[in-house]
């Protein structure tokens, strides 16, 4: 059993940076990891996927803004800088560990993943204009 938990949101003004962090508790195995977000009303969507070699994928909407990374040395914790924000980055955001590709994380049907792999609670970013 993997158990995940996320920290780190918070309220920002529009521009201003947050940094979220994902701390995998259990051995999730060759799983990739990935962040992602649900906004008020809406469906929940990837925001970006990282691969145990390191390699990255990231939503149309956070690229050149938002990173992903893993600790240096410790594979089970995850970040998310998050830069130049906007208020449409409003969201509740969720770690996975998943039984798929970093591809999968960012496609349009990401959704469906939400039933497969480990998830954690959710930290809310709010950014107002």
């Known amino acids: 059993q993997v158990t995940l938990m996320e920290s780190g949101g918070g309220s920002v003004q529009s521009g201003g940076s947050l940094r979220l962090r994902c701390e995998a508790f259990?051995?999730?195995?060759?799983?990739?990891m990935g962040w992602f977000r649900q906004p008020p009303g809406k469906e929940r969507e990837g925001v970006a996927g990282?691969?145990?070699?390191?390699?990255?994928?990231y939503a149309d909407p956070v690229k050149g803004r938002f990173t992903i990374s893993k600790d240096n040395t410790n594979r089970n914790i995850m970040y998310l800088q998050m830069n130049r924000l906007k208020p449409e980055d409003t969201a509740m955001y969720y770690c996975?560990?998943?039984?798929?590709?970093?591809?999968?994380?960012?496609?349009?049907?990401?959704?469906?993943?939400?039933?497969?792999?480990?998830w954690g609670q959710g930290t809310q970013v709010t950014v107002s204009s």
């Open positions: 259990g051995d999730y195995g060759t799983y990739c």
């Open positions: 996975a560990a998943l039984p798929a590709l970093a591809d999968d994380v960012v496609a349009d049907d990401a959704a469906r993943l939400v039933d497969f792999g480990y």
């Open positions: 990282i691969k145990g070699d390191g390699s990255t994928n």
